[in-house]
């Protein structure tokens, strides 16, 4: 026969005290949380908050740079697509000015093609020219087989350049009448005066060339009168103009007068050139011109 169990049980007394007890506990803990609560909070306050705020402003910071630095680059892609435009109309300027450059050459050429048009002609280019600053004696790409023979007149700009001397197949070297070698029988326009026309690379350094022996007839010889060939030339046709006279001074014998000539062509820069290959009849030397 089973025994029955006793049931286990807490006096009534007993369970209200352990409530009161646990309830007492309960209310200790609490007040302690609450005096600590403040401190704590404070304390975490000091702490968190200023932490969250740098690493707020540093994100923000970040957040800044990566956008300047964004920026940064595409200024620098704009700036390297301007300085490739402005390097690609710095070139497109630069063939702009070298084709007005070769124009005003050409119409040069032109204009002194029609103002000399009873004479033959072919153009070429110069493609090298002696030491020193002027083209006092250069070499072209035009020779033999082009219809070139010494002595044809080279003309340029505005008039008389110089002459053939040398003749290959395919280049020719041309004596300008500024080299010191040069001898021109020349008149001055206005008065038919003769005179002899001399290069002078020392006087050219202001620009000039001499000439001397002319002799002065009924019009007087003023400054600023047309030098051309004259028609008693050996080697040079007749008419072309050599430059203005620019200065007149009355030689010691007091029969000729000397003096200096600005010539009609830029001497310091040469690159086409008309070689008249209308030649003039060779008669002999009058001993005013020199080879």
Known sequence: MRRKRKKFSIPSKYLLLILTVLCLILMSVSAFTDMLAGPVLNIAGFIVVPLETGVSRIGETLSRKKDEVVNIRDVMQQNEDLEAQIDQLVI?????????????HLREL????EQYGAFEKIGAHVVSKDPGNWFSGFV???????GISVDMNVMAGSGLVGRVTEVGDDWAKVLSIINDK????AMVLSTED???VEGNLETMKNGMITFSKLVSG????KEG???VTSYISTKYLPGILIGYVTEINPDSNHLTNSGYITPAVDFSHLQEVLIVTTQK??????????Q
Not at 110 to 113: A, F, H, K, S, T
């Open 92 to 104: 497109e300027n630069n063939a702009l000015q070298q084709d007005k450059y070769e124009l005003n």
């Open 110 to 113: 032109y204009q002194l093609d």
């Open 140 to 146: 072209i790409d035009k020779g033999k087989k082009d």
């Open 182 to 185: 040069s001898s021109v029988s």
């Open 194 to 196: 003769t005179c002899i």
């Open 218 to 221: 009924e019009k007087e010889v």
């Open 225 to 227: 009168d047309k030098v």
């Open 281 to 290: 009849n060779m008669y002999g030397t009058d001993g005013e011109e020199q």
